[in-house]
């Protein structure tokens, strides 16, 4: 069965740290990958997403992420962060097998906790 | 433009009744997904409709859950009867049908408490 490892449950970083939170997932085939992020008291939403071309793709409030295929692993970075990153962080699959209907994969989240 | 909106925010009801949420996706999405998440773990998927049509339902954890579209606009998925374990954030999602196009816009989720 498919499934999306990330790899920090709960991370905490001063402001001007930088942040790299793992992503893995199981599937042989072709893949969508994307990042969410739930702030507090708000709904999910789209971070940044990877269809084709370039690996290493960016995302809304200095965030990129880099899908590298031969490790499955799709890891989310920013260089420096700030206390209003704090938030929790999804990363997400989605399988391009026949028959796709877009569903999501997810994985069980990272809260980041960045310290002022 | 409106985002996707769901009703109601927060239940709380006791085993064995019954409760049924809604979602609203973004108007002229196609395809609507349900996905929930229980405390403490991933957020999974439970079914996905496009327009009216169940596309996939795997995710539906037993038959007393049942999710309807009619008219292929808003969702409802009703519980009945609810038991303790049912108890999380079930969460709304719609995308536009585009072809390789699987962006999910998400609702901010009704929390489900059964007690």
């Known amino acids: 069965a498919q499934s999306v490892s990330q790899h920090n449950h709960h991370v905490i970083l001063s402001e001007a740290a930088s942040l790299e939170l793992g992503c893995n997932y199981s599937?042989?085939?072709?893949?969508?990958l994307f990042w969410y992020v739930q702030y507090p008291g708000q709904h999910l939403q789209l971070l940044l997403k990877?269809?084709?071309?370039?690996?290493l793709v960016k995302g809304i409030k200095g965030f990129e992420a880099e899908f590298i295929k031969s490790k499955f692993s799709f890891n989310l970075r920013k260089p420096s962060v700030q206390w209003s990153d704090t938030a929790e962080y999804f990363c997400a699959v989605n399988a391009q097998s026949s028959g796709n209907t877009g569903k999501l994969i997810f994985g069980q989240g990272t809260t980041l906790q960045v310290k002022p | 433009e409106a985002g996707v909106t769901q009703f109601p925010s927060h239940s709380v009801i006791e085993k064995g009744q019954t409760v049924t949420l809604r979602c609203d996706p973004i108007?002229?999405?196609?395809?609507l997904y349900w996905y929930r998440r229980v405390m403490g773990k991933e957020i999974k998927f439970l079914l996905h409709?496009?327009?009216?049509?169940?596309?996939?339902e795997s995710g539906m954890p037993n038959n007393r859950f049942l999710a309807e579209r009619t008219g292929g606009t808003y969702s409802t998925l009703k519980v009945q009867p609810a038991e303790l374990e049912d108890s999380g954030v079930y969460f709304c999602?719609?995308?536009?049908?585009?072809?390789?196009?699987?962006?999910?816009?998400f609702g901010p989720g009704t929390r489900l408490t059964v007690t």
């Open positions: 599937y042989g085939g072709t893949v969508n």
């Open positions: 999602a719609s995308s536009p049908l585009a072809g390789g196009s699987y962006e999910q816009y």
């Open positions: 990877y269809f084709s071309g370039d690996p």
């Open positions: 409709f496009v327009k009216e049509s169940k596309q996939d």
């Open positions: 108007s002229g999405h196609d395809n």
